[in-house]
């Protein structure tokens, strides 16, 4: 408006109404009726209209009488609305009442009297709020894919033909706030408010699609299609309208993006069920349930997949349309038998539901080999019937997860999503009782809401967070670019520090503070720029940089010194560790000594830079070697998972051959003590031997590029188009070796091959 009076542009006066919200032109200096207890920014709304110059307008410090042409409109908050508190303010008018200033609450009503009700998750009533103190939050940008709420039956300016569920992308935002969408199937964009829709993962070119089990009739009709068809999304409109490659179909298909859901990329080795969506998987549920856990063994190249699960002896025949990946099990992590499982597939082995133990191995198959204490043998558990107890302990550092959008899943209690807490016990039920450093008693979340974070520690150095304007409570003498020191920690989280130049113990919030990668004296670093290895010497302060360090290099006579963004921790090389000269190194810094890459010796000492001085058998002087020119020499036993062949000494097997030969390679599927079960490709049941009897080789994978082995007489499953001196790259590894491979100048489905028959191509 004033902008508007400067260029002579006048427009007819305002006409106010009973409830339009107001605040004071930003030039007047002094109202004809004066302040009242109102400020320039204060914003309150009209009670009455005595006549077209006077209002009486209700701000939080009271009724104020104004002329009309001292104030304007603002754009009211309403009742729905998600908003915090502005980044100006210092100190609420109401005060704290236990938020953060980054603590997202929902405007619950507005009183009569101009003062906003806002409640936030935890609280048990609204907190009192200056309007003038609030704005609106904005969680949605232009482009963003959202999704309208399926719950919503009414929408503020209307549904129209819109259907709850549907997606689409924000084409506008306007200036109250309220949005403006494109759907694929509406000719011109849905207003609507941005409390009536939600943040929806966007679909991406390349991803792979299909329709959801939910969908009995896509919006764009079928075209052959089935719900176990698996496209690729090769175009999005801008309304979000999905175009999709499907195989063998001769045009491209059309999908409203609510009807789709993407297929996970799976690979062999995954963690699948079936989805809660779907009826029944495509050749039928056999002996699986919807709470069965397998893992992915072979992957075919029509969509099928073959699910090992540890209850059946063969692979169970699904489409990867009907199961979803899931975080995999992992060794050392606490389990317990499901509540609602009264008999585990596997059987109780003499455990009950109360037992409690630690997973120790896993079968290729899924079966969890768990160690509880007090038993000498393991109990296998079925990991469809297991649940993993909650990785916390007592004393470590949270903070909430990420979220998708701008607000957290789980307010935090009001501590602010940046906020740090300390788990002060762990409930049996998966809640953490937490404790933080400016919130008085302890309060409870569940442990999915949030994530470890590394600990503060007494003798740690920080410094400030990048970008923060101020520490919660105040600077007092220290600035953002103090370094400090840590000198306690309270088991609420509070650190105190200690800063150079300023008297006494500074108190602090660890959300205000970064750790400062600093290294000790002793430790082993690898210089990123050359891949250097060397020791830590000491840490230096130079003018204008904070992190230096100096490092002794074997072989130079002066230290190096730098930042230590330039360094990485190695670890450490000790006397009596076999190691090799590294494949890569051509010529070592202080020559061979009359040995090779094959030469494998003992360290017998590490000077103070790090140079090594090996033993060999067969060398008369100790061989010195710069240790970033050398690896370790691994002798470990045979693990699940690992490539293994019967060893050329084994002339009979203690349970005899089988189907199995000297040449057969395969991998290892299951172990107990010295029994090991092998997976081969060309059989159907798991061949049992002795630990001692087998020998590791070289796993195939994808990538590697290969050829059919020279002599062989036939492949395993025919020739089919190749010859001897085809060649081709591996596409595909089942989890019992079997390979697929394309090879060069072939179309159509990869080449299905043995790996004793297949050899690497060193050409």
Same mark, same amino acid.
């Given at each position: 408006?004033?902008?508007?009076?400067?260029?002579?542009?006048?427009? *007819?006066?305002?006409?106010?109404?009973?409830?339009?919200?107001?605040?004071?032109? #930003? %030039?007047?200096?002094?109202?004809?009726?004066? &302040?009242?207890?109102?400020?320039?920014? =204060?914003?309150?709304?009209?009670? %009455?209209?005595?006549?077209?110059?006077?209002?009486?307008?209700?701000?939080? =410090?009271?009724?104020?009488?104004?002329?009309?042409?001292?104030?304007?409109?603002?754009?009211?908050?309403?009742?729905?609305?998600?908003?915090?508190?502005?980044?100006?303010?210092?100190?609420?008018?109401?005060?704290?009442?236990?938020?953060?200033?980054? *603590?997202?609450?929902?405007?619950?009503?507005?009183?009569?009297?101009?003062?906003?009700?806002?409640?936030?998750?935890?609280?048990?009533?609204?907190?009192?709020?200056?309007?003038?103190?609030?704005?609106?939050? $904005?969680?949605?940008?232009?482009?963003?894919?959202?999704?309208?709420?399926?719950?919503?039956?009414?929408?503020?300016?209307?549904?129209?033909?819109?259907?709850?569920?549907?997606?689409?992308?924000?084409?506008?935002?306007?200036?109250?706030?309220?949005?403006?969408?494109?759907?694929?199937?509406?000719?011109?964009?849905?207003?609507?408010?941005?409390?009536?829709?939600?943040?929806?993962?966007?679909?991406?070119?390349?991803?792979?699609?299909?329709?959801?089990?939910?969908?009995? @009739?896509?919006?764009?009709?079928?075209?052959?299609?089935?719900?176990?068809?698996?496209?690729?999304?090769?175009?999005?409109?801008?309304?979000?309208?999905?175009?999709?490659?499907?195989?063998?179909?001769?045009?491209? &298909?059309?999908?409203?993006?609510?009807?789709?859901e993407k297929v996970d990329d799976f690979k062999v080795g995954d963690w699948v069920r079936v989805k809660a969506s779907v009826p029944s998987p495509i050749y039928g549920w056999e002996d699986v349930t919807r709470n069965s856990i397998g893992i992915i063994h072979s992957l075919e190249e029509?969509?099928?997949?073959?699910?090992?699960?540890?209850?059946?002896?063969?692979?169970?025949?699904?489409?990867?349309?009907?199961?979803?990946?899931?975080?995999?099990?992992?060794?050392?992590?606490?389990?317990?038998?499901?509540?609602?499982?009264?008999?585990?597939?596997?059987? &109780?082995?003499?455990?009950?539901?109360? *037992?409690?133990?630690?997973?120790?191995?896993?079968?290729?198959?899924?079966?969890?080999?768990?160690?509880?204490?007090?038993?000498?043998?393991?109990?296998?558990?079925?990991?469809?019937?297991? @649940? #993993?107890?909650?990785?916390? $302990?007592?004393?470590?550092?949270?903070? %909430?997860?990420?979220?998708?959008?701008?607000r957290p899943s789980y307010d935090w209690s009001n501590i602010g999503k940046e906020g740090l807490a300390i788990v002060h016990s762990v409930q049996d039920t998966g809640y953490l009782e937490l404790a933080c450093c400016f919130r008085k008693g302890r309060w409870s979340t569940h442990h999915t809401d949030v994530e470890k974070i590394p600990a503060f520690k007494v003798g740690q150095h920080v410094k400030f967070r990048t970008g923060l304007a101020e520490p919660r409570w105040g600077w007092r003498g220290a600035n953002s670019n103090s370094r400090g020191i840590i000198i306690s920690v309270t088991a609420n989280g509070e650190v105190r520090l200690s800063f150079p130049g300023i008297q006494g113990l500074w108190k602090a919030d660890p959300a205000n503070l970064e750790i400062e990668q600093m290294y000790d004296v002793g430790e082993w670093v690898r210089l990123r720029s050359n891949g250097r290895v060397g020791i830590v010497q000491g840490n230096a302060y130079e003018e204008n940089e904070h992190d230096v360090a100096v490092v002794g290099f074997c072989g130079e006579q002066d230290p190096w010194v730098g930042s230590i963004a330039d360094l990485e921790r190695v670890d450490k090389l000790t006397v009596g560790e076999k190691v090799k000269v590294k494949n890569s190194v051509k010529q070592p810094r202080f020559g061979w000594s009359g040995h090779t890459h094959t030469s494998i010796g003992t360290i017998s000492a590490v000077d103070a830079d790090g140079k090594l001085r090996i033993y060999t058998p067969s060398g008369s002087k100790s061989w010195m070697l710069d240790p970033s020119e050398v690896e370790i020499v691994e002798e470990r036993e045979i693990r699940i998972k690992d490539w293994v062949r019967v060893k050329g000494s084994v002339t009979n097997p203690i349970h005899q051959w089988g189907e199995v030969s000297s040449s057969s390679i395969g991998v290892v599927h299951r172990i107990e003590e010295e029994d090991v079960w092998v997976a081969f490709c060309f059989m159907d049941r798991l061949w049992l031997c002795k630990v001692w009897e087998i020998e590791r080789v070289r796993p195939f994978g994808n990538g590697d590029k290969v050829r059919i082995k020279e002599g062989l007489v036939g492949p395993r499953w025919g020739w089919g188009m190749e010859t001897h001196t085809s060649r081709g790259e591996v596409v595909g590894v089942d989890a019992n070796g079997k390979l697929r491979i394309k090879f060069r100048w072939r179309e159509g489905r990869p080449w299905v091959g043995d790996p004793a028959d297949i050899m690497l191509d060193e050409s």
């Open positions: 408006m004033e902008a508007l009076a400067e260029k002579e542009v006048h427009l *007819s006066p305002t006409v106010y109404q009973v409830g339009d919200w107001v605040k004071y032109i #930003r %030039s007047i200096k002094e109202p004809t009726y004066g &302040w009242q207890g109102a400020t320039h920014k =204060s914003v309150g709304f009209v009670q %009455s209209v005595p006549d077209n110059d006077n209002l009486i307008v209700s701000f939080c =410090s009271g009724e104020a009488q104004v002329l009309a042409n001292e104030v304007i409109k603002v754009i009211p908050l309403d009742r729905g609305h998600h908003v915090q508190l502005k980044a100006d303010v210092i100190e609420p008018r109401f005060g704290w009442r236990g938020q953060s200033r980054d *603590s997202i609450g929902t405007v619950l009503c507005v009183d009569d009297d101009g003062i906003l009700r806002v409640g936030f998750p935890g609280a048990s009533r609204g907190w009192k709020a200056d309007p003038a103190e609030m704005e609106r939050v $904005e969680e949605f940008k232009v482009g963003d894919w959202v999704r309208i709420r399926p719950t919503l039956t009414t929408a503020k300016h209307g549904l129209g033909s819109v259907t709850p569920g549907s997606i689409g992308t924000v084409y506008c935002i306007r200036p109250d706030n309220s949005l403006l969408l494109e759907l694929s199937y509406l000719p011109a964009p849905w207003h609507c408010e941005p409390e009536e829709v939600e943040h929806v993962e966007p679909f991406r070119i390349g991803d792979r699609v299909c329709v959801k089990r939910s969908v009995a @009739e896509p919006r764009y009709a079928w075209g052959g299609e089935t719900h176990h068809s698996v496209g690729r999304v090769s175009e999005i409109e801008n309304d979000g309208l999905l175009i999709i490659e499907i195989p063998n179909r001769p045009i491209p &298909w059309q999908a409203d993006p609510s009807d789709m029509d969509g099928d997949m073959g699910i090992a699960f540890c209850f059946r002896s063969k692979l169970f025949r699904c489409s990867v349309t009907d199961v979803e990946k899931l975080p995999p099990f992992e060794v050392g992590k606490d389990i317990r038998v499901i509540s609602s499982v009264t008999q585990p597939r596997l059987g &109780w082995s003499n455990e009950t539901p109360a *037992s409690v133990g630690r997973i120790v191995r896993i079968d290729m198959d899924g079966a969890l080999n768990v160690k509880v204490a007090g038993r000498r043998s393991l109990w296998k558990v079925s990991p469809g019937d297991a @649940e #993993r107890l909650p990785d916390f $302990e007592v004393g470590d550092w949270v903070r %909430s997860k990420p979220s998708l959008g701008a």
